[in-house]
């Protein structure tokens, strides 16, 4: 078995002027990524004069990555490389999901209840998870985090859910 996630890979959709798919589909990505940064910045200001504008900073980095974006796609169509690699969405599906409920619940369920919670969730973004050691690492984590944000930080921040501490 090879350890190349592209080994394997089966019949081409790609066309046949592309020598290296990989490489130019990431670079449309990136050259994506760099159309929406700049559309999101085209209603701050720029630059004027010596003076940097809050729209100065995104818009030079957009550029930067559509250029940069443009010579991987280059890359792809003139040299051979490998072909588009199976994506595996299961790890980042559930640490966004973990993400969205620990944003979702903090407020009503506390930081020990949603901390503990999002941790589990992230837990199963991978099948090798090994259940007791997770609970334990999560319960050690949520037992930190409840130390160091409210009490150390002196973060705002409810420790239960609201309907256990009125």
């Known amino acids: 078995m090879s350890d190349t996630p592209s080994a394997g890979a089966g019949k081409s959709i790609t066309p046949k002027w ?7 589909v990431g670079g449309l990505a990136l050259m994506a990524v760099a159309l929406f940064a700049l559309w999101a ?14 729209g100065t900073a ?4 957009a550029v930067l990555l559509l250029g940069l974006g443009a010579v991987i796609a280059l890359m792809g169509i003139l040299q051979d490389g490998p072909h588009v690699a199976r ?18 619940a903090i407020r009503p369920l506390g930081l020990v209840v949603s901390g503990l919670a999002s941790f589990l969730i ?18 050690c984590l949520t037992i930190g985090c409840a130390l160091l944000f409210p009490y150390v930080l002196g973060l ?7 309907f256990l501490v009125q």
Do not use: K, N
């Open 18 to 24: 592309i020598r290296g798919p990989q490489d130019f």
């Open 41 to 54: 910045s085209s209603d701050l200001q720029g630059m004027h004069g010596f003076s940097f504008g809050a």
């Open 58 to 61: 995104p818009r030079m980095f």
């Open 87 to 104: 994506y595996a969405w299961r790890g980042p599906l559930f640490v966004s999901l973990a993400i969205l409920c620990f944003a979702v």
């Open 122 to 139: 992230s837990a199963l973004g991978t099948p090798e998870t090994r259940w007791v050691e997770t609970i334990i690492v999560g319960v």
């Open 156 to 162: 705002p921040m409810p420790l239960f859910p609201r």
